[in-house]
């Protein structure tokens, strides 16, 4: 594996639970149809990522799309920041950005009885932490009419594919000073993740 491309199950999770939100586009790449969707990853016993829990508008045009192709590229971008050589404390360093990414293609199965799940796990995982999670209970009245106009659906992985440029390459002192000096308090967390023993 690439120097940027050497990551783990545990990081796969991590970016999908730190940024759920993500752009899903049929394979041909109907860009008319992309839609940015909140995923939630289902993980097997070993910890590797199988599917993708979601839902979307009946109405969303990408529905359709969908439910006619049975596959879909899932697009997941993480912490992402641009690199000034100020940050990294040398005026001989080109500027650079730092990113992490995930590719995913999977089979979907669009269902209405997956509608429930995907609501419920999606508002555990948001709501997760908070002094008073919110559930779906709490609309009971109004809830069968909102979920009468989406469909949740379960994505089944084939293909995972990431890249994670997080200072991997830099030298452990421009490293150090990019660390000590950037603003982005997440792009630094993922930074030392991905630097072990050298930050």
Known sequence: MGQFTDFDAADVRALIEAYPLAWVVTPDGDIATASLLPLIGEFGEDGGLRALIGHLARRNPLHARLAETGRATILFNGP?????????????WAPTWNYAQLRITADVRIDTDLTDLSLDVLVEAMERGRATPWSRDEIADRYSTMAGAIIGFRAEVTALEGRFKLGQDEKVGTLRSILAGHPDPDLVRWMRRFNPGRC
């Open 80 to 92: 992402s920041g641009y690199v000034s050589p100020e940050h990294a404390g040398r005026r001989d």
